[in-house]
Nanobody
Framework: QVQLVESGGGLVEAGASLRLSCAGS??????MGWFRQAPGKEREIVAA????????YYADSVKGRFTISKDNAKNAVLLQMNSLAPEDTATYYC?????????????????????WGQGTQVTVSS
């Protein structure tokens, strides 16, 4: 199993930006996604990117504000979050799928991923 480590969370005011980073160990070059989980709610997909970086999915709630990108050479995936709002407050998790995938597919279900980070907290104050 690939180890994933997130960084970049924090406490910001509404309208601010944050960039989350997820680094993988070893051969961590797969299909990547970011999920988030707010207190009392289910973990939900935020964004996902195919192995080749060409196909990207965004949840409707973050379209136009968040950008996912991956750097295969560094085994890393980034989530740039702009115009943050209080409803974006959650623990953000990096997820990876490192087997049985095609170069152009992304995945939006939790069950599709085989590796998870520990999560990083993002808190947006109003």
């Amino acid at each position: 199993q690939v180890q994933l480590v997130e960084s970049g969370g924090g406490l910001v005011e509404a309208g601010a930006s944050l960039r989350l980073s997820c680094a993988g160990s070893g051969r961590a070059n797969g299909v990547m996604g970011w999920f988030r989980q707010a207190p009392g709610k289910e973990r939900e997909i935020v964004a996902a990117v195919s192995w080749n970086g060409r196909n990207i999915y965004y949840a409707d709630s973050v379209k136009g504000r968040f950008t996912i990108s991956k750097d295969n050479a560094k085994n890393a995936v980034l989530l740039q979050m702009n115009s943050l709002a209080p409803e974006d407050t959650a623990t953000y998790y990096c997820a990876g799928r490192f087997s049985a995938y095609s170069g152009s597919d992304y995945y939006t279900l939790k069950a599709d991923y085989d590796s998870w980070g520990q999560g990083t907290q993002v808190t947006v104050s109003s």
